[in-house]
């Protein structure tokens, strides 16, 4: 089945610096969407991407989906504490179904 | 406008009994998604329902089953529960048209099997 690689598992950063995570598929995906949830709570969507090669912005935040279509790309600039969190990519292949990445855990120490 | 709503919170059940999930999705939003996620995992996709027939299922037992209700909201139920069952499971409604797949998460119920 589809399978998403997403890294890496875990960053540590200073309040301020950027940060880079990716998500990589082993098939290719029509749709790619990132999320983030927070301790207790549901994963909140943050960006959504349709187009190979789609650079998309939320405020500080950036995404990609890659021009191959198997992977997707997502950079936090100035981080700030409430960005602490987990970071999810979710792919949509030719099915309904969200097939999700394992998360990439973000702190961020002031 | 009221995010997507899930009861109850927290259910803590015993192996073998059978459990029901409830999910009101966001006003307007005709699809619902169920999902569960296991501690230090993604969401795994269970079943899909819009207008209320189901769209798609994941890889999971018939013990799992849902529907779908004439006002888009729906149940998840799950019988004979094992301990592996234990988990958040989380609803997800989407819009109809182009944009169906960005779904939005409710808070999840968090299910603990003894």
């Known amino acids: 089945g589809q399978q998403l690689n997403q890294s890496p598992q875990s960053m540590f950063i200073q309040e301020g610096e950027d940060v880079s995570m990716n998500c990589t598929s082993s098939?290719?995906?029509?749709?790619w969407l990132w999320y983030k949830q927070e301790p207790g709570e549901g994963p909140v969507l943050l960006i959504a991407?349709?187009?190979?090669?789609e650079l998309t912005s939320n405020g500080r935040l950036t995404a990609q989906f890659g021009i191959t279509r198997k992977d997707s790309f997502l950079n936090i600039s100035a981080s700030i504490p409430s960005d602490v969190g987990i970071y999810f990519c979710?792919?949509?292949?030719?099915?309904?179904?969200?097939?999700f990445g394992k998360g990439t855990k973000l702190t961020v120490n002031p | 406008d009221a995010g997507v709503t899930q009861s109850p919170t927290h259910l803590i059940k015993t192996r073998g009994q059978h459990v029901t999930l409830r999910c009101s999705p966001i006003s307007g939003h005709k699809s619902v998604s169920w999902y569960q996620q296991v501690l230090g995992q993604g969401p795994q996709f269970i079943f899909q329902y819009y207008e209320k027939e189901e769209r798609g299922r994941g890889n999971f037992p018939d013990r799992f089953s849902a529907r779908q209700f004439p006002n888009y909201s729906s149940e998840l139920n799950v019988n004979a529960l094992l301990l592996g069952d234990s988990a958040l499971y989380l609803c997800?409604?989407?819009?109809?048209?182009?944009?169906?797949?960005?779904?939005?998460f409710g808070p999840g119920t968090r299910l603990t099997v003894t």
């Open positions: 991407l349709y187009k190979a090669g």
């Open positions: 098939s290719i995906f029509n749709t």
């Open positions: 979710a792919g949509q292949g030719g099915s309904e179904k969200l097939v």
């Open positions: 997800a409604s989407s819009k109809t048209g182009v944009r169906t797949y960005e779904q939005y």
